[in-house]
Every structure is written in structure tokens, then in C-alpha cells.
């Protein structure tokens, strides 16, 4: 079983900067994938960026130049820093995790989600 713990979510005005976290624990072997998402009311969850083990990066259109994915292998946690933020970046944020157990079973993990709102 392996646990997702998100943190940093708020309301801050439009121009301002949050930065979530999101840490996770239990049996994990390797790390595919580490991600954050989305979800707007009345909206599909949708990926706003990803890191890979490798360290690769990804960002949605939106948030790119904005936005920045980062990791702390060590500890098995991944960060989302948002500066310049806009009324349209609110939502419920979600980590996810893709990776394998140390039973070298799959999985994929959700976060509980975290509110972010962008507001004056």
C-alpha cells in the first residue's frame, strides 16, 4: 500500500505564488512517474505537470513559464512551486504516483487533494 500525502494549497490573490507538496510512504520499489492534477468544478481532472524518474519534465500548455515540477528523491516527495497565478489555475490539486511495490506489482496512487484558489 503506498500513501500520498499532499500539503500547500490556499487562497492566495491573482500574481502570487503557492508552492504543494506531496510526499509519500509505503513499499515502494521504483518511481515511474510523479505528477500533479487538476480538477475545476464542472471540469475533467487534467495533468498539469510530471516528473520522471529520470527526471524528465512535462507541464500542460497553461502552466508552462509558470509552473515548475521538482523532487526530493530522498525522500520520496515532489513539489509544485506556482508563480504568476491566475483565477483560472483554481481547482483541487492532486498528486499521483506511478510506480512498482516492492512485490514488483504496479500501481498508481492518488493524493487526498489539496484547494487551491485564486482570488482577489
Known amino acids: 500500500q503506498v500513501q500520498l500525502v499532499e500539503s500547500g494549497g490556499g487562497l492566495v490573490q491573482p500574481g502570487g505564488s503557492l508552492r504543494l507538496s506531496c510526499a509519500a510512504s509505503?513499499?515502494?520499489?521504483?518511481?515511474?512517474?510523479m505528477g500533479w492534477y487538476r480538477q475545476a468544478p464542472g471540469k475533467q481532472r487534467e495533468l498539469v505537470a510530471a516528473i520522471t524518474g529520470g527526471s524528465s519534465t512535462n507541464y500542460a500548455d497553461s502552466v508552462k513559464g509558470r509552473f515548475t515540477i521538482s523532487r526530493d528523491n530522498a525522500k520520496n516527495t515532489w513539489f509544485l512551486q506556482m508563480n504568476s497565478l491566475k483565477p483560472e489555475d483554481t481547482a483541487v490539486y492532486y498528486c499521483?504516483?506511478?510506480?512498482?511495490?516492492?512485490?514488483?506489482?504496479?500501481?498508481?496512487?492518488w493524493g487526498q487533494g489539496t484547494q487551491v484558489t485564486v482570488s482577489s
Open positions: 509505503g513499499s515502494i520499489r521504483s518511481i515511474n512517474v
Open positions: 499521483n504516483l506511478d510506480g512498482y511495490n516492492v512485490y514488483y506489482l504496479h500501481f498508481g496512487s
